[in-house]
């Protein structure tokens, strides 16, 4: 294979020499093109536009659009697009992903792709992994497209329903990808057409592809509502389970997989425990008897939360409020919160004010929502490692995008240590080196909790230096605690010198230049003058300016005559993806650059995969104090730990994306109706037939056809006739009548019901019985979904156990997830035909309802349980929607009714068929 790939390239040099012929075309194109006015530059816009209504394909555009974006660019930001970006451009526009090495220039190349899907007017959608990114990108690369007289929209989080809506009728639209997944959800929650904010997916470019299509991917964006308080609840299980975990025979806990579950042992002693003070349910056979379900759960989720979450590595606590840790980017995710009561565990272990928990109300995964686009495309410095992945999943072929300037960086073998402390020790050294030496280093941690064990050791770290004894090395810190100082930290990280611990660099989105930053540099003084109260000339800016980028010259050249940035990874993640994003914040752009990652046989990807057999083969030779082994060999073996772990994460993602898909068509059909009947003005011939068929229904099941007469349930038949459509029906009378068939009962019924919606929408008006119609139908399919949701949500969980009577859960989930489908139609139609034939209407102004509560949910993608984050929706819903939500209008003290007991009312009726139905 080798042979053969010297003499014919591999397939990813064989697609990039066959897209080179494109570029050279739009070279030929750049003489002309500059030639053209500001003025002409922009009609070109229109000229592509007129073109395309002729016939004329995007891909006969793309030569003569990508010439034109460049020369804008050039005019607009002082820079031209290198050939090779010009290649991941048109890789992006054949829905591909361009793997470009760190500072290449990623943000540049969309600019060419995004303009030409943009021209046809069916928006173009550009996802960044958080908000500063994307209102940065928006505003930065929003000059070239405004200059070509195309508009631009940024989505961030806390915009009103006005201002998305705005946003995404622009041609271009950039913001996250919780954003546009949430936006998608709510607009299937409003109910007013014009209400939603987002106009279709057409064509969509994700930076950071692989952080947002593969880590986040493991779980799915749910909105929830608030469910009944039981803090105290809580409490009481956490303090119990705490006391239970003091003997380690009570549990078992399985690190590599997240997962621990009660012994034998532990689970007797807690029953024991939870008897004694009288939690369980009385004249219950044991802890684990169907009525003691939500104990159980809780003591579950109490025991996880004590013993699989950490506090500085998976959460922090701050001002009283647990924040969780994203593993990715060891940013916090503020507001984002674990679900099914993890959460709440959590903060009921850390002391912190106890949240209610929340009930699904829409979902949908990462997935499904990428790939509702007609054509998607993203970017990356790090996609080969999954490549197989985006293939299965997303149909996206993964290009390698040749570097502008052959990469100089030097890696080093890793160097592994039998214990963390000699680990530390070399660490310590390297650092001390560097930092004697002027050059800038870059430390990799994989928590908060070790990048802040490493800021101590360097504070009390001593060396000599010039013949003095120095305590301590200058250095700053960037985890989720200093995230405000982000964007400054990673600024000056290319000083001479400077020492820079970092957890995890991925999607930092702002480049480590050798030298320093100009422009943050710039943006520094300024904030420093106007602190002082004095105001900057633009002639005194720019001499600033002028006297910054000398200063950094000559910073440079002592940064690159030491050797670059140097990367020092301090441990192995999980995910090489991460590794490879760490040790591509150097060499960019052909500067000099070194790697080398220090790893113990105490680490944790070590210790759980190899940890034992590498120390006892360390021992075996003999290897000393201090001492490190190093060998190709034993990068490939980490390698393969790394592989294994990769592909138990694909399996989770793969596995949840197969049961979503079996929602996913349900979730579809039940969106796509909603919104057919949310844009409707005459609704009547549908409730008509609903009518029709609960009546079928009705006398089907009581009536069977081939039953004799003696058998029909003439008696259920009146009381479902008197409940379902108000009638008080003689129908034991008409079944007595001789020869009577069940059509002629039937046909009767149908004619008794006609009369009655026939009579009430003449009380009403026809008009307002439309609106009625509507009203009624769309919060009726909002709370069947919902139910619906939460009861797929039970059967996921339970579905799995299946498994031991030799039947595959994911069949079983499809056939039984159908059933409930066909559930759900039925009891729409039945609710709908009670609702409008039986409900009372009083007229009156509609009382304001606060818009509280409303949760966004993200799932943890370490664990794949939930994770939310907060929010309400956006204002200016209408009265309508905002009846719909889970903050009812029912009198104080009724929420906490349970669904299946009487309603407070006296109707005789459970309260979810009465005043629970309108919750």
Request: charged share 30%.
């Amino acid at each position: 294979m080798s042979i053969f790939q010297r003499f014919f390239g591999s397939s990813n040099d064989r697609k990039v020499k066959a897209m080179a012929a494109r570029v050279a075309k739009i070279n030929a194109l750049e003489p002309a093109i500059h030639a053209l006015s500001d003025e002409q530059l922009r009609g070109k816009t229109q000229e592509f536009r007129d073109r395309l209504g002729k016939g004329e394909t995007l891909d006969q555009l793309l030569e003569e659009s990508f010439a034109v974006v460049r020369e804008a660019a050039q005019r607009v930001l002082g820079q031209r697009h290198f050939d090779v970006q010009l290649v991941g451009g048109i890789v992006l526009h054949e829905g591909g992903i361009s793997e470009m090495r760190t500072g290449e220039g990623k943000t540049l190349v969309a600019t060419a792709p995004v303009y030409l899907n943009a021209l046809p007017g069916k928006g173009v959608h550009v996802i960044t992994v958080n908000d500063y990114l994307a209102q940065l990108h928006g505003d930065w690369m929003g000059q070239v497209y405004r200059f070509l007289g195309l508009s631009v929209g940024t989505i961030v989080h806390g915009l009103s329903q006005g201002q998305r809506k705005a946003a995404y009728e622009s041609d271009i639209t950039y913001g996250t990808n919780n954003e546009f997944g949430f936006d998608y959800l709510r607009d299937n929650l409003v109910y007013e057409a014009d209400e939603m904010v987002q106009r279709g997916h057409n064509f969509v470019i994700v930076d950071e592809v692989d952080s947002i299509l593969i880590d986040e991917a493991r779980t799915p964006l749910i909105i929830s509502g608030p469910t009944e308080d039981r803090s105290e609840f809580y409490k009481t299980i956490d303090v119990l389970v705490k006391e239970l975990i003091k003997d380690p025979t009570t549990f078992d806990f399985d690190e590599k997989q997240r997962q621990v579950i009660l012994t034998e042992d532990g689970a007797e002693k807690i029953e024991e425990i939870l008897l004694a003070g009288g939690h369980l349910e009385e004249e219950t056979t044991g802890l684990y008897d169907a009525a003691n379900v939500s104990v159980v759960h809780h003591v579950n989720q109490a025991l996880r939360a004590n013993v699989i979450y950490s506090r500085e590595k998976d959460y922090i606590v701050r001002d009283g409020e647990v924040i969780l840790i994203d593993e990715f980017t060891g940013r916090m995710m503020q507001g984002r919160r674990l679900s099914e009561g993890l959460h709440q565990a959590i903060e009921a272990k850390e002391g912190a004010h106890i949240q209610p928990e929340n009930q699904t109300l829409a979902s949908v995964t990462i997935q499904n929502y990428f790939r509702l686009y007609a054509k998607l495309s993203g970017m990356t410095g790090t996609a080969s490692t999954e490549a197989q992945e985006f293939g299965d999943i997303y149909k996206m072929d993964v290009m390698e995008i040749p570097t502008n300037r052959p990469v100089a960086r030097k890696d080093d073998d890793d160097e592994v240590y039998r214990t963390a402390r000699e680990k530390n020790d070399a660490i310590l050294k390297q650092i001390e080196d560097c930092h004697t030496r002027g050059q800038p280093i870059l430390v990799g941690t994989v928590s908060i909790e070790k990048s802040e064990q490493l800021s101590e050791l360097l504070k009390a770290h001593k060396f000599e230096h010039n013949g003095k004894t120095i305590k301590g090395i200058p250095h700053n810190v960037l985890n989720a605690r200093y995230h405000e100082q982000e964007a400054l930290i990673v600024a000056d990280a290319g000083i001479p010198g400077a020492v820079t611990i970092a957890t995890n660099m991925a999607g930092r989105g702002t480049d480590i230049q050798l030298g320093g930053n100009i422009d943050m540099r710039v943006l520094k003084w300024q904030e420093e003058q106007r602190g002082l109260g004095i105001e900057v000339s633009p002639e005194a800016a720019i001499a600033r300016k002028a006297e910054i980028e000398a200063e950094i010259a000559g910073l440079k050249e002592q940064a690159l005559a030491a050797g670059g940035l140097f990367v020092l990874g301090t441990e192995r993640h999980e995910s090489r993806r991460i590794d490879n994003q760490l040790r591509g914040r150097t060499g960019r752009q052909g500067d000099p650059g070194h790697s080398k990652f220090f790893l113990s046989c105490e680490d944790d990807l070590l210790r759980i995969f190899a940890g034992d057999r590498l120390d006892s083969i360390m021992r075996t030779f003999g290897v000393q104090e201090g001492e490190a082994i190093t060998h190709k060999w034993l990068n490939g073996a980490i390698a393969t730990a790394q592989k294994r772990v990769e592909q138990r994460n694909y399996e989770i993602r793969k596995n949840l994306l197969k049961y979503d898909d079996v929602v996913n068509d349900q979730r579809k059909a039940v969106f796509e109706q909603r919104a057919e009947f949310m844009t409707a003005v005459d609704l009547s011939e549908i409730i008509g037939e609903m009518r029709q068929d609960t009546i079928e229904d009705l006398v089907e099941r009581h009536l069977p056809p081939k039953a004799y007469a003696e058998q029909w349930d003439v008696v259920g038949l009146e009381e479902r006739a008197r409940e379902l459509l108000g009638l008080d029906l003689p129908i034991a009378a008409w079944a007595a009548e001789d020869g009577i068939a069940n059509e002629e009962i039937q046909e009767r019924l149908t004619k008794a019901a006609d009369a009655r919606a026939a009579e009430r929408e003449q009380m009403l008006g026809p008009d307002q019985m439309r609106t009625i119609e509507k009203s009624f139908l769309l919060q009726m399919i909002d709370m069947q979904w919902r139910e619906h949701l939460m009861h797929l949500d039970h059967l996921r969980n339970v579905i799995g156990l299946r498994g031991y009577g030799q039947r595959d859960p994911l069949n079983e989930y499809k056939t039984e997830a159908f059933s409930l489908f066909e559930k759900l139609l039925v009891d729409l139609r039945q609710n709908v035909t009670r609702w409008l034939m039986t409900v009372e209407f009083q007229f009156a102004e509609p009382e304001p309802m606060p818009l509280t509560g409303l949760t966004e949910v993200h799932l943890d993608p370490l664990t794949g349980e939930n994770a939310a984050m907060m929010g309400a929706l956006p204002d200016g819903l209408s009265t309508d929607q905002r009846q719909a939500l889970p903050v009812s209008a029912l009198p104080d003290g009724w929420e906490q009714t349970g669904r299946n007991q009487p309603c407070p009312c006296g109707s005789g009726k459970k309260f979810k068929h009465c005043h629970g139905a309108l919750i």
